[in-house]
């Protein structure tokens, strides 16, 4: 008999679907992603290995992982439900009324310890972006969907393949060079100013001009009433040379900004 009900589907995409489930014996509810599997053996074998990576992973600010299983072609991933959706959908619910900066600090602080856990472990997530940040019951922050993610080694330090969503993508990966972690956090830049903001820090009408854009690190200034750290900190992650960028353990212990951070954790 099958371990779970299938109560709706809530995500649909490139990779198959994702399906809100309950456990039959606990009445426990979680996130079930539907992969396909490749027909081809290598690429199966590449589709394993994010679901082992993702079960590598425990830490309070990711999804949980809970178990992974094959039926039907399928590569099964069951996680843990956060049930307020995806920041994108929150920012988005917002409409014009900012949020709080209290709000601010404690969703980036616990991004910034999702990301630093995972980079402590040498995994890259390369597709940080709001709708890949999830709110769980709680109220707190969680970074998911680790379907782009990859593990550097060191034969092969640096990722080349551009996986990322346009808007989130670093300058120096529009210029060929290699993804690195301070590409991760460009990305989390970006989210920390779309939640500053609740709009893009690099938008344009053509890809040509996104680009320019975002290899001139060229943002519309931050609203005043934010705190001088927080200005500070976005100038710096989105520095155009990730070697000038923040490294998330520099946020998080060093940065003017890390005493407030570590506040809202
Ligand atoms: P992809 O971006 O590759 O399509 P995601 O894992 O990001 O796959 O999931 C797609 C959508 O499913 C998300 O935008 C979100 O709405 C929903 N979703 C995925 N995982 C969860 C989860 N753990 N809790 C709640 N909703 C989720
Ligand atoms: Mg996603």
């Not at 820090?201 to 750290?229: D, M, T």
Request: with cysteine; hydrophobic share 35%; net charge positive.
């Amino acid at each position: 008999m099958e371990k779970y009900s299938h109560l709706r589907v809530i995500g649909e995409g490139s990779f198959g679907r994702a399906v809100l489930v309950q456990c039959k014996s606990t009445q426990e509810k979680y996130v079930l992603k539907e992969i396909q599997l490749p027909k081809n053996q290598s690429k199966q074998q590449s589709s394993r290995k994010e679901a082992v990576l993702l079960s590598t992973m425990k830490h309070p600010s990711i999804v949980a992982f809970r178990e992974v299983f094959e039926a039907d072609g399928l590569l099964c991933i069951v996680m843990e439900y956060c049930s307020g959706g995806d920041l994108l959908h929150k920012i988005q619910l917002q409409k014009s009324s900012q949020f709080t900066v209290d709000n601010i600090l404690k969703w980036f602080a616990q991004m910034c310890a999702g990301a630093k856990y995972i980079h402590d472990k040498r995994v890259l997530h390369r597709d940080l972006k709001s709708k890949n940040v999830f709110l769980a019951d709680d109220g707190s922050v969680k970074l998911g969907d680790f379907g782009s993610a990859c593990i550097l080694n060191s034969s092969k330090a640096y990722a080349y393949t551009y996986v990322g969503t346009p808007y989130y993508v670093a300058p120096e990966i529009w210029d060929n060079k290699p993804y690195n972690n301070k590409s991760d956090v460009w990305s989390l830049g970006c989210v920390l100013y779309e939640l500053c903001t609740l709009r893009h820090p690099f938008q344009a009408s053509s890809w040509k001009s996104l680009i320019l854009k975002v290899c001139r690190g060229a943002y519309p200034p931050l609203p005043n009433h934010l705190p001088y750290e927080l200005h500070y900190l976005i100038k710096h992650m989105f520095k155009t040379n990730p070697k000038d960028r923040p490294s998330v353990h520099t946020i998080l212990t060093s940065h003017r900004v890390s005493r407030l951070l570590r506040t809202h954790l």
